[in-house]
Nanobody
Framework: QVQLVESGGGLVQAGDSLRLSCAAS??????MGWFRQAPGKEREFVAH????????SYADSVKGRFTASRDNARNTVYLQMNSLKPEDTAVYYCAARLSRFGSSSPTAYDFWGQGTQVTVSS
């Protein structure tokens, strides 16, 4: 059974950092993505990382502040978030694709975690 479990969310102040983790079990995945959803808003793309970790892409809103990485030995992906802003407040989800190609569309992902709350106070 495929399972994605996020952790690492919390309440921080603007300018602080957090690192989210997503542990995958059941099978290895080629492409992993991070998305977020704020109250009343649609789920939006944050970052994508390929199987090797050699290819990453980011939403413009987080570029230069967030970094995606992965540890395939642990079947875990990470999202390092620096210089957090109140507008980063959302539930953050990791997602996995069976395809090796990346995508910024939520509908392209086959499996989802339960989400972890990130709240950034001003």
């Amino acid at each position: 059974q495929v399972q994605l479990v996020e952790s690492g969310g919390g309440l921080v102040q603007a300018g602080d950092s957090l690192r989210l983790s997503c542990a995958a079990s059941g099978r290895p995945f080629s492409s992993m993505g991070w998305f977020r959803q704020a109250p009343g808003k649609e789920r939006e793309f944050v970052a994508h990382i390929s199987w090797s970790g050699g290819s990453t892409s980011y939403a413009d809103s987080v570029k230069g502040r967030f970094t995606a990485s992965r540890d395939n030995a642990r079947n875990t992906v990470y999202l390092q978030m620096n210089s957090l802003k109140p507008e980063d407040t959302a539930v953050y989800y990791c997602a996995a694709r069976l395809s090796r190609f990346g995508s910024s569309s939520p509908t392209a992902y086959d499996f989802w975690g339960q989400g972890t709350q990130v709240t950034v106070s001003s």
